[in-house]
């Protein structure tokens, strides 16, 4: 199994960017796929995660309305737009397979299926 994230970088605030997971040894229609992130000092947390099988999305309370996940299981490609960007979406980015997706959240990030990640920086 192996994650590749990239796009990340250095943003001002109210900007945009794109990343792109690139994924190989699983499927998208056995697993959802979803971005977490982890800031210095804080906890690791969903940001977003989607069913590449039936659509379904879950965005944590904080992003909703500015970014925008989505997935290409041709391509084993998952995608997170972000626009107007805060200081605190500051973060490494990792992309992760999950077991689901529900009204609640996106479950567990599979045990070690990982990537090395993706900054994220914003200023202001």
């Known amino acids: 199994v192996q994650l590749v994230e990239s796009g990340g970088g250095l943003v001002q605030t109210g900007g945009s960017l794109r990343l792109t997971c690139t994924a190989s040894g699983f499927s998208f229609d056995d697993y959802v796929i979803g971005w977490l992130r982890q800031a210095p000092g804080k906890e690791r947390e969903w940001v977003s995660c989607?069913?590449?099988?039936?659509?379904?999305?879950h965005y944590e309370d904080s992003v909703k309305g500015r970014f925008t996940i989505s997935s290409d299981n041709r391509k084993h490609t998952a995608y997170l737009q972000m626009t107007n960007l805060k200081e605190e979406d500051t973060a490494l980015y990792h992309c992760?397979?999950?077991?689901?997706?529900?009204?609640?959240?996106?479950?567990?990030?599979?045990?070690?299926?990982w990537g090395q990640g993706t900054q994220v920086t914003v200023s202001s």
């Open positions: 989607i069913s590449d099988t039936d659509g379904f999305t």
């Open positions: 992760a397979p999950s077991y689901f997706v529900n009204e609640h959240g996106c479950g567990p990030p599979v045990n070690g299926y």
